[in-house]
Structure formats: structure tokens, C-alpha cells
Nanobody, 115 residues
Framework: QVQLVESGGGLVQPGGSLRLSCVAS????????MGWYRRAPGKQRELVAT???????VYASSVKGRFTISRDNVKNTVYLEMNSLKPEDTAVYYC?????????WGQGTQVTVSS
């Protein structure tokens, strides 16, 4: 049984910053990929950023240069540092863990960027 628990969402003004965290627990292999996705109102879920256990990172073009993904392999935790936030970043952010061919998702955390 694998569980993902996200935290760190909230309301922030445009130009502000937030840090999301996601802790994975359960039967987790050391080789895996963790990442963040988001779903904005009326839109499909989209990739934000992913990071492998070896440190390979992929960012969506819309967040490159503003968001930073990182992970702590000992704590099975992935982080998303979000800076220079824009109203269009408003969405529910989901943590994802990929173990071989299995995908696990967190419950999501709301990020709202508004003045």
C-alpha cells in the first residue's frame, strides 16, 4: 500500500511564493519517479515537473525558471518551490509517484494566486 500526502498549498498574491511537499509512505522502491501535476478549473490535468531518483528533471515550459522541483530520497519526499506565481498557476496540485508501471496519486492541494 502506497500513500502520498501533500501539503503547502494556499492563497498567495501574484508574484508570491509557495512551497509544496509530498511525502510517500508504504512499499516504495528506491528507483522511482516523483512529480507534480496540476488541474486548473475547466482544464485537463497537466504536468508541472518530475524528478527521477537519479535526479533527472523535466519541467513544463510554463513553469521553467519559476518553479524548482527537488527530492529527499531518504525521506521519500518531493518538493515544489514555486516563485513568481501568476493567477494562471491557480489549480489543484497533485503529487505523483511512478513505481515501474504503477502510478500513485496524492489527494491534491489547492493553490490559488489572487490579489
Amino acid at each position: 500500500q502506497v500513500q502520498l500526502v501533500e501539503s503547502g498549498g494556499g492563497l498567495v498574491q501574484p508574484g508570491g511564493s509557495l512551497r509544496l511537499s509530498c511525502v510517500a509512505s508504504g512499499s516504495i522502491f528506491s528507483i522511482n519517479t516523483m512529480g507534480w501535476y496540476r488541474r486548473a478549473p475547466g482544464k485537463q490535468r497537466e504536468l508541472v515537473a518530475t524528478i527521477t531518483s537519479g535526479g533527472t528533471i523535466v519541467y513544463a515550459s510554463s513553469v521553467k525558471g519559476r518553479f524548482t522541483i527537488s527530492r529527499d530520497n531518504v525521506k521519500n519526499t518531493v518538493y515544489l518551490e514555486m516563485n513568481s506565481l501568476k493567477p494562471e498557476d491557480t489549480a489543484v496540485y497533485y503529487c505523483k509517484l511512478v513505481l515501474s508501471v504503477l502510478n500513485y496519486w496524492g489527494q491534491g492541494t489547492q493553490v490559488t494566486v489572487s490579489s
